[in-house]
């Protein structure tokens, strides 16, 4: 199975770390582009992106990935036979999600809908959820 992995946190590098250590086939990730952090203002790579150089898999980051045609055709190129998006920070286009045959797929990080948004474990852990 070709995998297109979708993400930037920790959170999400976790779970390509569980899927690049199991069977299937990341063909390539797609996170946020480098941001300036900390005192010198360095650029810093996403952890997800960190852990697919780390594994020598090809990483797109678009600032936009709605305009960026060039992306969208890097990413059609690879021939994904499903897209697993988790945490990545931008809304996808309809094309790149219905493009794989198996289709997309979202982890996210609490109980949908109640923390759909872009803190679900912080307001998971203030309210004292269970699960």
Known sequence: MRIVFWGTPDFAKNILGSILNSKYNVVGVVTQPDR???????????????????WKIPVIAPINIKKDLEAQERIENLKADINIVVAYGQILPKNILQKPS??????????L??????????????EGDKE
């Open 113 to 126: 809908p109640r923390w759909r948004g872009a803190a679900p474990i912080h307001w998971s852990v203030i």
């Open 36 to 54: 300036r952090r900390g005192r010198g203002s360095k650029l810093v790579p996403s952890p997800v992106k960190e852990e697919a150089l780390n």
């Open 102 to 111: 198996i289709g997309s797929w979202n982890i996210h990080a609490s109980l």
